[in-house]
């Protein structure tokens, strides 16, 4: 099942399939398509998987065995490239607030996210070699951008799968939180990255043209928010003598 959640602009998909250690069947790819329909407009994104063994355990072998041809494959691969693009190329912030082990698919849909944030028990790893194929959902490509080329191939190439801590250290993880505060601090960084600043943070990372970066600067600018913001930063200089 995918869960999709939104609270105040925040939308959370959350891959739950205990049975499976939350891997990705075809349904699910279906469902993962009408929960990104459902998010569409929100200021920021959360991809998670039930429960705490698994973020995503990969694609669902027991399901996609079914798959024996190059043609149906292909089919396959191109459906869920196509759904970890839509994730890449959301407008708003996403981060992948990983509640376990994000391996084989599981790593390629949680660098298809902006951020990646998590527990520090958790291991992450592009291990498809292990099955004698390679990334195939646009991981192996983005995985370039995080780390490196020569790295990237590394990793891939060796199936090596790395905990929490060395991948943070590498780049591939921002951030690493202790599992008994892993649900009690993602979520705070969540709702901070789901503001229009953010998303327009985001936009003007990606690459626009000057004139688009300073026009949405300029909008900041002027808006009600931003001055409500100023004048508590002001008071509170008043306040502290400043």
């Given amino acids: ?51 705490d063994r698994a973020f995503v355990s990969g694609g669902d072998l027991k399901e996609l065995s ?8 292909a089919a396959m691969a191109y459906r869920m490239r196509s759904i970890c693009d839509r994730i890449a190329s959301f407008p ?6 990983l509640n376990g082990h994000a391996l084989g698919g599981g790593a390629e849909f949680a660098v298809a996210a902006d951020i990646r944030i998590a527990a520090d028990d958790v291991k992450i790893g592009f291990n498809q070699v292990a099955l004698a194929i390679m990334p195939a959902w646009g991981g192996a490509e983005r995985l370039v951008g995080l780390v490196g080329y020569s790295r990237a191939l590394l990793l891939a190439g060796t199936g090596r799968i790395l905990g929490a801590a060395e991948a943070e250290r590498i780049g591939l993880i921002d951030q690493v939180i202790p599992r008994a505060s892993f649900d009690e601090q ?3 960084i969540a709702r901070s990255l789901a503001t229009v600043p953010a998303g327009q943070v985001k936009r003007v990372m990606r690459g626009v043209p000057t004139t688009e970066a300073v026009a949405a600067f300029a909008r900041l600018w002027a808006s009600d928010e931003h001055w409500a913001a100023a004048d508590r930063v002001m008071n509170k200089g008043r306040q502290n003598g400043e």
Avoid: F, K
Avoid at 66 to 73: G, K, N, Y
Avoid at 92 to 97: I, R
């Fill in 186 to 188: 993602w979520r705070p």
């Fill in 1 to 51: 099942m995918v869960d999709l959640d939104i609270d105040d602009g925040l939308a959370t998909i959350t891959i739950d399939r205990p049975h499976a250690r939350n891997a990705i069947s075809l349904d699910t790819m279906d469902q993962l398509d009408e929960a990104l329909d459902g998010a569409s407009g929100a200021a920021g994104l959360v991809l998670t998987g039930g429960g």
């Fill in 92 to 97: 708003a912030p996403v981060l992948a607030a």
């Fill in 66 to 73: 079914a798959l024996r041809t190059e043609e149906q494959a």
